[in-house]
């Protein structure tokens, strides 16, 4: 049974960077395409990024794009968001997935952590 556990927020200044991870007790994880998301109050859950299987493929949202990189570890079962150049618009709570099949940007994954803040603010 796959279950994942999200750490790393925090509260930080705009422009500084965090690096999020999320760690998979299972012994599945090279199994699933894992994605990141996002929910800020009051919005809509929305895709962050994605990343294949092996790691070979990655996928960014248009606004996090050049600023996030997504990347994972087999070997610890964990996959990483690291955020640089942070905005307030960034704040939300962050959800990392898991997902048979293809990374992908839609919210249909199989599987959900329960989430960890991030703040940005002055």
């Known amino acids: 049974q796959v279950q994942l556990v999200e750490s790393g927020g925090g509260l930080v200044q705009p422009g500084d960077s965090l690096r999020l991870s999320c760690a998979d007790s299972s012994r599945t994880f090279s199994r699933y395409a894992m994605g990141w998301f996002r929910q800020a109050p009051g919005k809509e859950r929305e895709f962050v990024a994605a990343i294949s299987k092996s790691g070979g493929s990655t996928f960014y949202a248009d606004s996090v794009k050049g600023r996030f990189t997504i990347s994972r570890d087999n070997t610890k079962n964990t996959v990483y968001l690291q955020m640089n150049s942070l905005k307030p618009e960034d704040t939300a709570v962050y959800f990392c997935?898991?997902?048979?099949?293809?990374?992908?940007?839609?919210?249909?994954?199989?599987?959900w952590g329960q989430g960890t803040q991030v703040t940005v603010s002055s």
């Open positions: 997935a898991a997902r048979h099949g293809t990374a992908s940007s839609s919210v249909n994954y199989d599987y």
